[in-house]
Nanobody
Framework: QVQLVVSGGGSVQSGGSLRLSCAAS????????MTWFRQVPGKEREGVAA?????????YADSVRGRFTISHEGNVKNTIYLQMNNLQPEDTAMYFC???????????????????????WGQGTQVTVTS
């Protein structure tokens, strides 16, 4: 049974940092495209960052590139992380992690941010950034 457990959300002031974790069971994160999404009520879900097979290839939304970093400890903790620095109020959202098996193909550059491509989802964690 596949399970993705998300933790690490919270409330910070603008310019602050948070690190989200997504602990996986039933999947080897090294063999999946693992992606962080976020969603604000009334808006479309947004792909934030993705990491593929054995960390070969990472992808970021333009809105977070240079501020967020995705990584994983697939061999040790089977967990992926999203380090979020210089957080801004527009980063306020519910954050989710998702997984799709792609093996050595990693994440697809054209579709990594499309939520309907993912089979497995974790529960959300709220990130709130105040100015």
């Amino acid at each position: 049974q596949v399970q993705l457990v998300v933790s690490g959300g919270g409330s910070v002031q603008s310019g602050g940092s948070l690190r989200l974790s997504c602990a996986a069971s039933g999947v080897n994160v090294s063999s999946y495209c693992m992606t962080w999404f976020r969603q604000v009520p009334g808006k479309e879900r947004e792909g934030v960052a993705a990491i593929g097979f054995a960390s070969t290839g990472t992808y970021y939304a333009d809105s977070v590139r240079g501020r967020f970093t995705i990584s994983h400890e697939g061999n040790v903790k089977n967990t992926i992380y999203l380090q979020m620095n210089n957080l801004q109020p527009e980063d306020t959202a519910m954050y989710f992690c998702a997984a799709q098996f792609n093996g050595a193909l990693g994440c697809d550059s054209g579709s990594w941010s499309k939520g309907d491509k993912y089979s497995y989802w974790g529960q959300g964690t709220q990130v709130t950034v105040t100015s």
